[in-house]
C-alpha cells in the first residue's frame, strides 16, 4: 500500500538554527512529492514539489526538501528557523495507482515549534 | 488561501440536519477534492471530482455527498448518516493530469451537537 509516514509528531527548535522535519514514503513507480504548511484554523499552503531532476528542491519561504531515492524519503529542512516558521508541517504524495493518480496521500502532519 | 473560497468558516448544526458546505474556485482549475481534518490524524479523502458531473468516492465518502454541476463548485452535503461529523472541512483543487499540487481553501469547521 501507498504511504507517507512522518515520524515526529513535534520538532523543537531554537530561532537561527537549522531545521529538518522527516518524511518518508512508499509508492509504487517515481514517486512525486510534496510539502504544505498549516497555520491555526488555516488551509494549507503549498511549499515545495519534488516531481524528477534535482534532488534537492528549493520552496517558499527559504525552505527546501531533500528527495533521497534510496531511503525512500524527503525531509524539509531549513537553514536558519524563525518563529514564524512555528507551524503544522505535512509531507504527501501523489498515489501512482491506476485511476487515482489525481490523489495526494498525506502524512500525519508534524508541529513544528520554533523557540524565540 | 487565494483562489478558493470556503463558507461560512464556522457551521454550528444540530444532530440529524444535513448540512452543505460551500466550495468555489476562481483558479480554472478541473479537478475539486474534499478533506477531513481530525487532530493528530493528518487529512483524510472524502470525495474528489477531476472534471464537470463527475465524481468519485475517496476514503471516508459514507455519510457524505457531492455535486459537481460547475466548473468552479464543488459542494459537500454532510448528512446525517455521517456518525461523527464535528470535523474540520477542507476543499482543494488542482490544475489537471499533469500538475499534480493541490492548493487549499480555508476550511470550515463544522460542530454537531
Sequence with gaps: AQSVAQPEDQVNVAEGNPLTVKCTYSVSGNPYLFWYVQYPNRGLQFLLKYITGDNLVKGSYGFEAEFNKSQTSFHLKKPSALVSDSALYFCAVRDNTGQSSYKLIFGSGTRLLVRP | ?113
Aim: proline letters at 4%; aromatic letters at 14%; hydrophobic letters at 25%.
Design chain 2, 1 to 113: 488561501d487565494g483562489g478558493i473560497t470556503q463558507s461560512p468558516k464556522y457551521l454550528f448544526r444540530k444532530e440529524g440536519q444535513n448540512v452543505t458546505l460551500s466550495c468555489e474556485q476562481n483558479l480554472n482549475h478541473d479537478a475539486m477534492y474534499w478533506y477531513r481534518q481530525d487532530p493528530g490524524q493528518g487529512l483524510r479523502l472524502i470525495y474528489y471530482s477531476q472534471i464537470v458531473n463527475d465524481f468519485q468516492k475517496g476514503d471516508i465518502a459514507e455519510g457524505y455527498s457531492v455535486s459537481r454541476e460547475k466548473k468552479e463548485s464543488f459542494p459537500l452535503t454532510v448528512t446525517s448518516a455521517q456518525k461523527n461529523p464535528t470535523a474540520f472541512y477542507l476543499c482543494a483543487s488542482s490544475e489537471g493530469w499533469t500538475v499534480y499540487e493541490q492548493y487549499f481553501g480555508p476550511g470550515t469547521r463544522l460542530t454537531v451537537t
